[in-house]
């Protein structure tokens, strides 16, 4: 029993213990469990391989020690190091190297995308001065990888309001309201489209490398122990001098190939000149870990310096070719997205213009059968009109016949007496008027119903037309335009005839009350008092051409030539 307990506490004694660890990256927070005897590489390539990141010489982890921050170590255990002795221990995986090229250096999308928000929220807290003109258009590269493509039915006029995208510095410097920096964000948004997100994040990262302020570590220096402060500026091209008010021009440079060595005894930074006929350059830096931190950054900065120099090693060149493939997979990918894309709005389009096709089609029939209903009123009409005139026609020849007679007859009683031979060329001459009225508009009746056969015939042949295009319409080859204008000649037609008709039966009407108004006025009359004859129209009997004239009912004259008495 005494051995089992034993045995038990000696595995208890093997387990390892573990101490917690939280990391945040630019876009995420990650929790560890790790061994007390781990070093700071074992950490930082756990989390490497957890985000899938192989680009590693640029990055590490940092954590804050008092008033300063420090970089964890890679060949010292974690919790020998100066790290805060919380539970978990909180680590920022941020970049500690920048390129100096960002589109030659930077392979993988991910560490793109990670420096790409490191230099955003740098510019945004002003840690990196930026014009007011280049925050406008790197906020529109932001806009860009964030939202896509600007489609203006979708981002509509606020769609930014909660995003932060220039820095408050540039927003105060002008009078504007966000309404307005945002239609002048949105202005260069639209320029940019079909652009990916990691294009766009390479855009703004391009743009960035420019500022004066990118990619450069700050330390307050003096030149000797009694002069006035400086800063010391380290990045990827060397060491920089500058005025404590002044970060953007420094005073003096020193770039990594024209630098020997440099090297600190306590307080003391000494800057040695591959030209030994060069000054060597001393500064002093009141912080000892604050002296460990510079030395660190100008010995990886320089070792990068270095290694861009040289023949790419075979890691970075399988990256770089793995990258490639990717790019021109995605790039193959977003052709065949963007040409399926064209196709759904091609047949979204075609469906589109199948359907108003369909409903003009549908519309084009309905019309057709209404065409069609009023073209057969119209013929019933027109056959109904002809009848009528043609009936009239019979009636003012009859009329016509009847005033010839009774001008015949007023001839034999004007020879009676020379009175009433001038009462009767009186009554002749009224007679032959109204003859002539009574013939002129017999033949215009005539002509009108000739006209009004005509026009029923071609009704006819209008209302056949009209079903044979009916049946032509529900074709799919059906010419709409075609059908409009016959159908619209067809109307205009059908409403003349109409109103043709509606004034020949008003003439009738009139005519009918005339001849009965002439006919009272002739039966009595105390001259000719005709006992069998009813009078319906005028002739005239032109003696001197032997010709006799039909018209409308307006009285009788004889007219006759006398030679001599």
């Known amino acids: 029993m005494a051995d089992f307990t034993m045995s038990i506490l000696g595995l208890k004694k093997k387990q390892p213990k573990t101490f917690k660890v939280k990391v945040s990256t630019m876009d995420a927070e990650m929790e560890f469990s790790c061994e007390v ?32 921050y420090a970089w964890l170590k890679p060949d010292k255990q974690v919790l020998d190091q100066e790290v805060p002795k919380d ?45 007011p003109e280049a925050s406008v258009l790197l906020a529109s590269y932001a806009v860009q990888a964030k939202y896509g493509d600007y489609d203006p039915n979708f981002h509509k006029p ?19 309201t966000s309404d307005m920096w945002e239609e002048k964000i949105t202005a260069w948004y639209a320029e940019h489209r079909s652009i990916t997100r990691d294009e766009a994040e390479m855009e703004y990262l391009k743009i960035a490398q420019d500022l004066e302020m990118y ?20 990045d990827a091209q060397g060491l920089h001098i500058y005025s404590p008010n002044n970060k953007l021009s420094p005073n003096k440079s020193f770039p990594w190939s024209g630098i020997r060595n440099i090297s600190y005894s306590e307080k003391e ?9 060069k000054e060597v350059f001393k500064f002093y830096s009141s912080q000892l870990r604050v002296n460990k931190l510079i030395l660190q950054l100008c010995i990886g900065n320089h070792d990068l310096f270095m290694r861009r120099r040289k023949v790419d090693s075979i890691e970075v060149q399988q990256m770089k070719a793995q990258a490639k493939e990717e790019k021109a997979r995605k790039k ?11 196709m759904r709005e091609e047949a979204e389009r075609a469906k589109e213009e199948m359907e108003r096709r369909l409903f003009l089609l549908q519309d084009e029939a309905r019309m057709a059968n209404e065409a069609l209903l009023r073209s057969e009123e119209t013929a019933d009409l027109l056959a109904e009109k002809a009848q009528i005139a043609e009936e009239e026609a019979k009636l003012l020849a009859h009329k016509a016949a009847e005033a010839e007679h009774d001008r015949q007859r007023l001839e034999v009683t004007a020879l009676k007496t020379k009175e009433e031979k001038r009462l009767m060329e009186q009554k002749m ?9 009574l013939v002129e508009q017999s033949e215009r009746r005539l002509k009108e119903a000739d006209h009004l056969k005509q026009d029923l015939n071609e009704a006819k042949d209008a209302e056949r037309r009209a079903k044979q295009k009916l ?6 080859t059906y010419p709409l335009i075609a059908a409009y204008s016959k159908r619209y000649a067809y109307m205009e037609k059908s409403k003349h005839l109409q109103d043709q008709l509606k004034e020949l039966k008003s003439e009738i009407e009139s005519l009918k009350l005339e001849e009965q108004q002439q006919a009272g006025l002739y039966i009595n009359s105390s001259i000719l008092q005709p006992s069998s004859t009813h009078w319906a129209g005028e002739s005239r009997y032109d003696c001197r051409h032997g010709r006799l004239h039909k018209n409308g009912l307006q009285g009788l004259r004889y007219e006759k030539t006398f030679h001599g008495d």
């Open 429 to 437: 001459r009224e007679a032959e008027s109204l003859a002539v009225k």
């Open 158 to 176: 606020g769609f930014l309001a909660q995003d932060e995208l220039l820095p408050k510095r540039v927003l105060m410097q002008y009078q504007m």
């Open 269 to 277: 930074f000494t800057i040695k000149p591959l030209d030994k006929k």
């Open 215 to 234: 990619g450069v570590s700050y330390f307050s220096i003096t030149q000797n122990k009694r002069d006035t402060e400086l800063l010391l500026g380290v």
């Open 37 to 68: 005897k781990w070093k700071g590489k074992d950490l930082f390539d756990l989390v490497c391989r957890t985000i899938g990141l192989r680009e590693t010489w640029f990055f590490g982890l940092r954590y804050t020690v008092k008033d300063t």
């Open 87 to 131: 539970s978990p221990i909180t680590f920022n995986f941020l970049a500690k190297f920048f390129p100096e090229k960002v589109e030659d250096e930077l392979v993988q999308e991910i560490t793109q995308h990670l420096f790409f928000l490191q230099v955003k929220k740098q510019i945004l807290d002003e840690e990196i001065f930026c014009s």
């Open 471 to 476: 049946l032509e319409i529900t074709k799919p």
């Open 332 to 342: 193959v990918e977003r052709q065949i997205l963007a040409r399926e894309k064209q």
